[in-house]
């Protein structure tokens, strides 16, 4: 099968000699069975990756992951109304992935979203898609030095936050658990790309219910029961008081 991606000029010509010699390399690896094909190429991706200019980016190397293994995360404030869904899956069918899902290795088996939960819904869960990706998800996978819980939670909100979509009290949810992992406002802010004010904005929406989580509060206090007759008001258990 050909390829039907658009011809893009080099900036400078490539070395061809080189090239030529990998013909043969690419031809044998046409020819394997389709999850060792992808197997194979995923190597020989990340063996390039090693010696590129741009090794330190993810994208510069995008791996194909089958789909059973990508799990969602469990702390992405984002939200997709149905609408936007249709209307994604529609761009993925007819565009195909232009934009690969950020993940991270959460074990030697399964790897988690860390941005693109939405597109990884449309290449499990349409019909078309999947079967034209045979299974399997295109997946950047960051860097290995940001991959603690609060790293990974923080390069979500960046991702949702430059695409302007985020919702107030999952953000909320997000700076309270940030705090609770020592985060400071200030490094919260610069993370999260947030202005103080922000920061404290957000704090407070949970930041209440946090503060007294642990406090014990006395029994509320009851009325004493009060009779009313022609002549006198007493209070029980008291002495009537005169009349007026």
């Known amino acids: 099968m050909t390829s039907q991606l658009a011809f893009v000029a080099p900036d400078t010509e490539p070395n061809w000699e080189f090239v030529n010699h990998l013909k043969p390399i690419v031809a044998l690896v046409g ?90 819904r449309v290449g499990k869960e349409s019909q078309e898609v999947r079967e034209r990706l045979h299974g399997y998800l295109p997946l950047a996978i960051i860097n290995s030095e940001r991959t603690d819980r609060s790293d990974r939670i923080a390069a979500t909100i960046r991702h949702n936050r430059a695409r302007g979509k985020h919702r107030i009290q999952g953000m909320a949810d997000i700076v309270l658990e940030l705090k609770r992992r020592n985060w400071s406002d200030e490094k919260i802010g610069r993370e999260l790309g ?42 029980e258990g008291e002495a009537p008081l005169a009349s007026l």
């Open 31 to 120: 020819s394997l069975p389709e999850a060792e094909r992808v197997a194979t190429l995923n190597e020989i991706r990340r063996l390039f990756h090693e010696v590129s200019p741009f090794a330190s980016e993810p994208v510069d190397c995008v791996r194909w992951v089958q789909a059973e293994r990508v799990v969602a995360n469990d702390y992405n404030p984002n939200t997709v109304a149905p609408p936007e869904m249709v209307l994604l899956e529609l761009s993925v069918a007819a565009d195909g992935f232009t934009q690969p899902i950020v993940g991270w290795q959460l074990d030697d088996d399964l790897l988690e979203v860390v941005d693109g939960y939405h597109r990884t």
């Open 194 to 235: 947030m202005e103080p004010d922000e920061v404290l904005r957000l704090a407070q929406i949970t930041g209440l219910a946090e503060m007294f989580s642990d406090r014990d509060f006395s029994q509320a206090w009851e009325a004493e029961v009060i009779r009313e007759d022609q002549d006198s008001l007493e209070v």
